[in-house]
């Protein structure tokens, strides 16, 4: 039977919660991770993922609800402006994998589509956004064991934990993957 231990990353990405927004988004995309434990000192006390971060993002309150309420009306108001909300989501949509290819480009996406929220990754906290909630996992428990705790939690990350120690992390992909080769291995 297949283990943790055996398909884990045990090299992990980890975050410290006063770590910025900013920096978190940096080293999430830099790996090319969807999401990292935080650990303070030895103790792991949350998980932050890309999810979160883009739901700051969006969530983040606008800097003067006045000034964001002329924006809004002007842009509405424009006759002579050709580009609708549909042109605007399909170049969202096509921009969106070089975006997260290339950082400088992720930051000026962040910085022209919401500019008033642009500043506060640089003065909001890991700490803020994370998910307190952290489910582990021993390294000696099946793949299988894994698998159900992210079905049941709707989570797609456990935090593998050896004692009180954090000895790596399994994410769904690594589960697909693992499924994946046993069955190639098995019709070979």
């Known amino acids: 039977m297949l283990k943790v231990?055996?398909?884990?990353?045990?090299d992990v990405v980890a975050l410290a919660p006063e770590s910025t927004i900013r920096e978190a988004m940096?080293?999430?995309?830099?790996?090319?991770?969807?999401?990292?434990?935080v650990v303070s000192g030895e103790t792991v006390v949350g998980v932050v993922s890309m999810t979160d971060i883009v739901g700051f993002i969006v969530g983040a309150p606008a800097r003067n609800a006045d000034e964001d309420q002329e924006s809004r009306v002007e842009t509405w108001d424009s006759t002579d402006d050709d580009?609708?909300?549909?042109?605007?989501?399909?170049?969202?949509?096509?921009?969106?994998?070089?975006?997260?290819?290339?950082?400088s480009k992720a930051d000026d996406a962040v910085a022209d589509t919401f500019p008033e929220r642009a500043s506060l990754l640089d003065q909001r906290n890991v700490e803020e956004i994370m998910n307190p909630e952290v489910f582990s996992?021993?390294?000696?428990?099946?793949?299988?064991?894994?698998?159900?705790?992210?079905?049941?939690?709707?989570?797609?990350?456990?935090?593998?934990?050896?004692?009180k120690s954090l000895a790596g992390i399994i994410t769904s992909l690594d589960i697909a993957r693992a499924v994946s080769e046993a069955r190639s291995s098995k019709k070979a």
């Open 137 to 163: 996992i021993s390294p000696d428990d099946s793949v299988k064991a894994a698998a159900t705790v992210m079905r049941k939690h709707g989570i797609h990350r456990v935090v593998v934990m050896r004692g």
């Open 5 to 10: 231990r055996d398909i884990m990353t045990k």
């Open 26 to 37: 940096e080293a999430l995309t830099n790996n090319h991770l969807s999401g990292a434990p």
């Open 83 to 103: 580009y609708g909300e549909e042109a605007e989501e399909v170049q969202l949509l096509s921009m969106s994998e070089d975006v997260w290819d290339d950082w």
